[in-house]
């Protein structure tokens, strides 16, 4: 693959109606010189397709799709994975520009915004005075309202935020709305058809056939024209008008996807109907001049015109519960608010509110949120206390408590309070707009089985129509010898393409196609209510198969996943005499831990900082003249002593580093560590000096849900990078197994341990984690689950991201809980899946041999009006069970205290500690299992 610069283009394809469609698309477009995905939704209506822009275009790619028989509209096309030098993720804007001019001198360019900070994607004239602009820009360096005002005063334009329009079309996508209104239109038409056919050629035969005898209108003949009847004049004109008007919607999807050498459920309807209605017209022709009789023939366009009828309805019924399945995605993209309070000059004798778009807001905009008003985007509070209710997005119903620094989340609610906030994220990048791209991207996807259905669905129409063939040709042959059979005693032929015509019509390939996407589509939506982002369709499928459970290996990290990832110093301990006075010594442990961003750092200078805060210090006295950081391990550095010359090694780190250094008596200080402590030890000149005791909080439904884990039979390990003692004690108060503790990991050594457990391919690994440190062991694993809470390259990593009612370190005690729910989400909706499946293959397996006459010997037939109607009662049934997963209700998970746990536990740590003494603990070191150094 050449270097060349890659684009990605979004489309609304409309007119999907299962997965037929979709990997005609994929196929079509695939086949494009320059193409390198193709990405299609069916539950979603969008296309994604990454390009060539050297081999390929626009244009080419939406006319491919149209001619698959879609309609298709451009949401975008723009660089992919654009950044800017520095790596800042750029905002996407839309603008409608209408020329102020009745006649521009030239027509608007890319080259017409060059005095603009912006990223010009495309330019599209709408008409004459009207084009669309679409661009990405940095929004540290422009915004909105900025690119408003330049475009407006450079250019004699006046511009409008397209986002809104962009907004109500996803919006119409997934409600259905179109397809709704324009099948009930169909519906409601072929009813009136409907009616007076059955009428015709039903009604009055079965209820006043004097009629027929006494040849009273419509059942005499037209006058001149020998052997045709009124009724079938009538007949004739209804079914053309809804064979070839209403019905011409099939015609046209199935030429386009025989152009493109596939068939569709379309291309079924299209040739029973045609079959019907061509066997009804020749009827009539054969009885007009061939047999020159008086009777009535042998018609069935009450069935052709009942048959689409039967589908108009199915279709309508079919898109509306196709738009229950996309409530969850509906409500979140109206969660955003269209306004907001803009304030100037805040803070000064010159401060006003004004009401603008929310589209138009910019990176640090000061905005006014009232009581009971929407956040309008990502920010944190200025002024003011609240509470906000977060629950759409996190699925907790408890209203969070935010003062000043606080963080809040666009499109929450605010409470009672009165607040101002300072905008620090806009457009795509803020929570929502990523949770909704989360869900989006998640209809893209696959899940495994679903290659199963898509195989199935591509052979479904040929060996049916052969199926349909041989029917037709058995019963042709067999029927003259069984004239004694009721079925065969009017007209042979006519009764035999019947039966072929049943064969063609029962058959429904569109309800194998929707059988997984809409269950994925209700249980992303599912997860995303309850706080739990699943990202891919693969994830269901892991999560959700029923394997042993032996198989599937849950391996935690500890700090900040199982505990609350705030570490406090308990104890602050000297252990002998130092070079440098003690108060010193904590002013340089300061300055060298504000160089890491390990989760220890912080606690450790916090308490340094009081401890020194009221006291006078020589500050020019020591000097770090060489600094190291080592990831895992600690801090190593060179002090030079001023006053005398003379340089100390100091080092800060855990037994990992102390280890290296060859300190001696380390082994006495893990002895004395009965309380699990965390340990930080400072040394000068290998010689311990002093050391920190930290103590993280277990969070309170850990031990319920690792326990739940084991009682579901999922082996659960830990992996840490702290000390032996401090693991084994957040084992024992978390109930998991010791022999399944990893301790003193480095971060390199968290993928060497995911590897091991995969045991060559016959464990599938979820780890689960939270830290930059864990973004390898995320992507190595077979399925990475992130909280929230953690780093955002470890959210990026994941497969699954749980979403914390917090956005705060550690403020979320009962975030592990919702692994239970986001396994038993994606197990209730992968059995939904099958179950879905089987029960569209075993209708098409029932109900196909019943349409070729297996059960005629019985006296049972299906009549092809019935087969229309079983056909479009296989495809709403489907869905109509993927909607049962609405009713899924979270299983319950016994919280317990854990407070004051860790204290009736310290005599079982007494008994485990001294067998691991004696070198039989369970516990395996990074020494234990030869990892990679670093």
Sequence with gaps: ???????????????MTC???????????????????????????????????????????????????????LISDSEYHMMDQKGTKLVSGKLKLFLLSSCPSTPLSKKSFDFLNISVENIQMISQNEYTLS??????????????????????????????????????????????????????KSCIAAMVSMALYMGVPMFIPSIIESKVFPYKEVPIVKG??????????????????????????????????????????????????????????????????????????????????????????????????????????????????????????????????????????????????????????????????????????????????DEVIGGTINGPGHIFIRITSIGEHTKLSQIINIMKRAQMTKAPIETVADFVASIFVPILLTMALLSFIFWIIISKYLTNWDYFSHDRIYSCIKLATSVIVVACPCAIGLATPTAIMIGTGIGAENGILIKSAEVIELLGHNTKH?????????????????LFVKNF???????????????????????????????????CQKQIDSKELDLKRYEITEYKNMIGLGISALIKDNSNGTKMGLSIGGT?????????????????????????????????ICHFELLDMIKEDAADTIYWLRMNNYPVYMITGDNHSCALSVALQTNIDCKNVFSSILPSGKCDIVEQLQENGTKKIVFIGDGINDSPALVKSDLGISLSTGTEVAIEAADIVILSNDSQVGSDRYLLRKLIYAIDICDKTFKRVKLNLFWALFYNMFMIPVAMGVLLPWGIYLHP?????????????????????????????????IKNRSLPIFSWFQNIRDRYNNRYSSITSSEDIQLIEV
């Design 865 to 897: 009006m019935v087969a229309g109607l079983a056909m479009t009662l296989s495809s709403i049934s489907v869905v109509l069970s993927s909607l049962q997963l609405k009713f899924w209700k979270a299983p319950y998970v016994e919280i317990q205290s």
């Design 135 to 188: 661009f990405k820009y940095d929004p540290y360096q422009t915004g909105m309202r900025d690119i408003i005002f330049k475009i407006n005063q450079e250019l004699d334009l006046e511009s409008v935020v397209n986002t809104a329009e962009e907004l109500g079309n996803n919006f119409s996508q997934l409600t259905k709305q179109d397809e709704i209104i324009f099948w009930k239109t169909n519906c409601c």
């Design 228 to 405: 045709f009847f009124y009724r079938d004049l009538i007949g004739l004109v209804l079914a053309t008008y809804v064979q070839y008007v209403i019905g011409s919607y099939f015609y046209i999807s199935t030429w386009n996807s025989l152009k493109n050498n596939h068939s569709t459920m379309d291309t079924l309807i299209c040739l029973s109907t045609s079959v019907a209605y061509i066997v009804s017209l020749v009827s009539i022709i054969h009885n007009m001049i061939i047999e020159n009789s008086t009777n009535l023939p042998n018609v069935i366009f009450d069935t052709s015109i009942m048959l689409f009828t039967f589908i108009s309805l199915g279709k309508m019924l079919e898109n509306r519960a196709k738009s229950r399945t996309t409530t969850a995605l509906t409500k979140l993209l109206q969660l955003y608010p269209s306004s907001c309070l803009l304030v100037e000059h805040y803070g000064t004798a010159d401060q006003s509110v004004t009401q603008i778009p929310k589209d138009l807001l910019q990176i640090n905009d000061i905005v006014e949120v009232k009581a009971g008003m929407k956040i309008p985007s990502d920010g944190v509070v200025i002024s003011g206390i609240t509470q906000i209710d977060e629950s759409l997005m996190t699925g907790e119903s408890s209203l969070i408590k935010k003062s000043m620094d």
């Design 550 to 566: 032996e198989d599937i290996v849950f391996v935690f990290d500890k700090t900040g996943t199982l505990t609350m990832g705030k």
């Design 656 to 688: 990992g580093l102390m280890r290296q250094l060859k300190v001696s008596n380390l082994e006495s200080y893990e002895l004395k560590n009965e309380h699990g402590y965390t340990i930080a030890f400072v040394c000068v000149n290998n010689r311990i």
């Design 1 to 15: 693959m050449d270097a060349a610069p890659r684009r990605i283009v979004a489309f609304t394809v409309k007119g």
């Design 19 to 73: 997965s037929a469609c979709v990997n005609g698309i994929i196929k079509q477009v695939g086949s494009i010189d320059g193409v390198d995905d193709v990405k299609v939704s069916l539950m979603t209506a969008t296309s994604h397709i990454i390009y060539n822009p050297i081999l390929s275009n626009v244009n080419e790619l939406q006319e491919t799709i149209e001619d698959c028989g879609f309609d298709v509209l």
């Design 573 to 607: 301990i000297l252990d002998s005499e130092s070079e440098i006075d003690i108060d010193n010594l904590l002013r340089i442990i300061i300055d060298l831990e504000l160089n890491t961003e390990h989760p220890i750092t912080r606690p450790i200078i916090e308490y």
